[in-house]
């Protein structure tokens, strides 16, 4: 995705005005270009926790700037440090964090490397090489089963607190407790798996 003229100028008036330039209503239409943007590229789920914007989630949509906008304000607009996530990983859990980074000091230089960030990045890493995610429905409930392979899957799974997903999709599923789904989801034949995961992606 490249901003066009007009977009670059809308944006640029924005930062000369000033003031809360992310809220600036001149940018609303740049703002969902930049949503449908990525919920195209990701099928339309949280970069963070993969739940899908379907239905009245839809609604949760953030705009993630990975780098804080509020501390690099230069990155506001940079197309490889957005994406779009939930509410809750965005404004609950990351919020102006920078605890992720690995050398603040750098990061201004190294921005664009997967190495300076100890989470998943959303555009410089491919999430299932770091993580697996199992989702399997059962009638109308899916049950949701993260798995870290890497150190950036396991920190993400801390940092997001991912274990609260699993929880929930848990609660949430009548008549279907944790174990069960675990020994189902470990008996599960592989081809099953892909078969679940083609299912979700139409949806
Ligand atoms: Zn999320």
Request: hydrophobic letters at 35%.
């Amino acid at each position: 995705m490249t901003f066009t003229d007009l977009e670059v100028a809308v944006i640029t008036a924005a930062i000369a005005k000033g003031g809360d330039v992310w809220n600036d209503e001149t940018l609303y239409d740049i703002k969902q270009n930049i949503k449908t943007f990525y919920r195209n590229g990701t099928d339309g789920h949280c970069c963070y926790c993969r739940r899908r914007f379907k239905g009245e989630f839809k609604m949760d949509i953030d705009i993630e700037h990975v780098l804080p906008k509020s501390k690099f304000i230069d990155f506001m607009f940079e197309i490889f440090n957005l994406n779009i996530s939930c509410k809750r990983c965005n404004m609950m859990i990351k919020k102006e964090r920078i605890d992720f980074l690995v050398d603040v000091s750098t990061i201004l230089l190294n921005a664009k490397r997967s190495d300076q960030y100890y989470f998943i990045h959303p555009n410089f890493d491919y999430y299932f090489d770091h993580m697996d995610h199992d989702v399997i429905i059962k009638n109308e409930q899916e049950l949701v089963k993260f798995t870290p392979k890497k150190a950036k899957g396991k920190y993400t799974y801390d940092f997001f607190k991912l274990t609260e997903i699993e929880v929930n999709m848990f609660d949430n599923a009548q008549g279907i407790k944790a174990d069960e789904f675990k020994n189902t989801l470990l008996n599960l034949p592989i081809d099953l798996q892909q078969d679940t995961e083609r299912l979700l992606k139409e949806l």
